[in-house]
């Protein structure tokens, strides 16, 4: 555990994963102040800037450090910041490309405006891949009243999750989280709700999601994060709309390569399954979201009969839902499911085994939290419509379960790749 010195108007760069102690001093990061004797944590693949007005000493437990002259806030966002929060905003929208400095400016917006009148602020963080509040594949939302050097540190309210940790394909999903959550802030007490949005701005889903959001959020104030040249696509039709400003990224910026943030997701995941348990769910008892998977209508005796004399396998589980038919079996088919379509007049025929739904990630929800905590599939019975689920929360009659596009091993949280949804 070294202690590193960092003269009078300099910044040290700490890369985590790290903790820092300030042993002598004070410390300003994004607008927060850390005094003597504070400790900050810096998450794995995070840059976290501590800038010193005077010499001040640090006690540094892992990570990389490198100095850098002055302040690496830009002045420009100090200024910005000062300028949005002196309007009493009601909404914000911080919008920018990944590695922008988007979050890094959320974070200086968010303790500007603490300090202005002792507000409480609302952050949405609408990234559901690169988190810092809540787990990935879900929208987060947390309170905070007081400074905070990094997202992170904001507490977890509540959270909106969509199925998967890009919201490709799912814009209608990430917009209504945002409105949702948005609202529950302000029934809160929220005075400002303040949204970090998803790193997406170029091709038809992120100009579309941005423009979405805006609509449906009706902020105060847009702040469009980068080069002029990245950002014109979304930034000229918005402005247009919502009071806005652009400000240029910073000059000192941490990126991450694909590896680094699929990491990051890895370790988030770590964190949010800590303490979980193998908990067994009755179908029954609960509605699923999407999926079309046990909504549906369940054959009759005489139909499943007859779908077992067809296939020369036991049918575990069978129903209809729309125009789709939906079989658990023990075996293969032996015969071409095509004309079971013909037999039970469905346009769509889906033989399952169960096994297909094997770690795929769920979500609890309830009428008090729309994101009570995730779970992972550990197992499914059809014909006794139960289902083991890996998970901190304690399912109680009543709840919804929200099914993901993608699976975990749950014992070291790696992403597994699969071609195509398990959930149909």
Known sequence: MPLVEIPRDYTLLVEGPSKVTVVKGK??????????GEVV???????LPLYASEEAKVDLEHGKFWFVRGRTVPESWVKAAEEIASTGPKRILVVGDIDSGKTAFSTLLLNTLVREGGRKIAVIDADVGQKSIGPPGAL?????????????????????????FTPAGLLHRAVVGALLLSRKAEALGADTVLVDTAGWVHEWGGR??????ALALQPDFIVF????????????????LFPSVRVDSPSVLRRRSREERREYRRY?????????LERIVTLDKYRLLFTLLFNGIPLSSDEVKKAESFLGSRVKFAERVENSLILFTDEAPKRDVELLKAMFSASEVHILSGSEILYNVVAFSSREKYLEGLGIVTSLD?????MRVFTTVEPKEGMVIMAGSFK??????EEILVEKTSFL
């Open 268 to 276: 988030l995941y770590r964190r949010w399954f800590s303490g979980a």
């Open 208 to 213: 579309e999601l941005k423009l979405t959001e």
């Open 225 to 240: 994060v980068g080069a002029e040249e990245e950002l014109s696509q979304v930034y000229k039709p918005i402005s247009g």
């Open 408 to 413: 975990l091993n749950p014992i070291s949280f």
């Open 41 to 47: 944590t810096v998450e794995p693949f995070r840059a």
């Open 382 to 386: 059809p014909a006794g419509k139960t």
């Open 27 to 36: 410390l300003d990061s994004f607008g927060a102040e850390i005094e003597e």
């Open 140 to 164: 987060g939302m947390g309170l905070a009243e007081r400074p905070a050097v990094s997202l992170s540190s904001v507490a977890f309210e509540d959270g909106f999750f969509i199925w998967s």
